[in-house]
């Protein structure tokens, strides 16, 4: 039997359109693929680009950021299936494409991640991504592999990211709202 999608499906909204939180929420809890786009900073909105892929398992749900890294402002999600924090690749970003804000939605609230973006940093230093990876075991290792709310695990995560990626730019900050 055929179930016709409900008005938030994804599959319904129009590239570079205005998207609602509301829309974003409940893409976080009903599907299995990132969504994104880009912050239109004079009008106040969250313009929708693109969709990833279906997540398999073990396999991340990235959205193809070709599009958005025309942006300085950004922004896609976590859906409920995937872990809640943001990826060395997603950290990675803001310095790679002169990212000055990327916000990544998730089922517990949202990163704001932000850095001034007057400097391009192509690789990450191998060292620099060791400790992330150290970093980010720790929070997996603490959350039920990603998937449950433990604010302490959060707290830290922020403190150490913050922390580490200031030695790299002193602008580089990371939040959870």
Known sequence: MYNKPNKFSINYYTKSKPISITEIRKSIDDDNFEICGYIDKVNRKFIYINRGEPKKT??????????IKKH?????????IS???PSTTDLWKNF???????????????W???YD????????????NDKIKKIEKFFY????KGRD?????????????????????????????
């Not at 604010?151 to 959870?176: G, H, Q, W």
């Open 96 to 110: 790679k494409y002169n990212q000055e804000t990327m916000i990544i939605f998730t089922r517990y609230g949202m």
């Open 117 to 128: 973006g007057k400097t391009k940093y192509n690789k990450i230093p191998q060292e620099i």
């Open 58 to 67: 073990k396999e991340k749900a990235s959205c193809p950021f070709s599009e």
């Open 149 to 177: 709310w433990n604010k302490e695990a959060v707290d830290k995560y922020k403190k150490e990211i913050n922390e580490l990626l200031k030695l790299t730019n002193k602008s580089f900050n990371i939040r959870f709202i």
């Open 83 to 85: 872990k809640y924090y």
């Open 112 to 114: 704001k991640i932000e």
């Open 72 to 80: 300085k402002y950004s922004w896609h999600t976590h859906p409920s």
């Open 141 to 144: 290792d603490n959350t039920n």
